[in-house]
């Protein structure tokens, strides 16, 4: 039955082509610049819809740092002052009931959580590091 299956399996793929895209639609990659170790990919417009239509948003374990606990109508405030002082600041709002809270950025390990932190412990005195879910780094396709 295994065997079967795997045959079945295999002339599949193989009349698909192993996804393969034709010829003229092929993707290959560049590299810019080898002494450096840089690689470009080249990725048609195609397959760039397909990926942003099918990916999800993951999280995993990491750090915040804390800078606001309150009640709602003062985090939406504080939240927006301080992505005016900082623009391109990740400022995530959540409840802790019955307040809100503010955190900052996307840490994966609690070192850079820790450098960071020293940074706005100079405006916001009482900032602490907390465990929470993180959004992993982002990768641009596009340059």
Request: net charge positive.
């Amino acid at each position: 039955m295994l065997k079967i299956g795997f045959l079945t399996c295999f002339t599949f793929l193989a009349f698909q082509g192993f996804g393969q895209t034709p010829p003229s639609e092929k993707v290959e990659p560049t590299y810019p610049n080898p002494s450096k170790g840089g690689v470009r990919w080249v990725v048609s417009e195609k397959v760039q819809q397909i990926d942003y239509k099918n990916r999800k948003l993951t999280t995993q374990s990491g750090y915040r740092i804390q800078i606001f606990i309150g009640p709602l109508d003062e985090a939406k405030k504080f939240r927006q002052d301080f992505i005016a002082a900082h623009p391109g600041s990740l400022v995530y709002l959540s409840q802790n009931i019955p307040d809100h809270v503010l955190r900052l950025g996307n840490y994966l390990s609690k070192s850079e959580a820790r450098e960071a932190l020293k940074e706005v412990r100079r405006e916001i005195p009482s900032a602490f590091i907390v465990d929470d879910m993180v959004e992993p780094p982002r990768i641009d396709l596009k340059d």
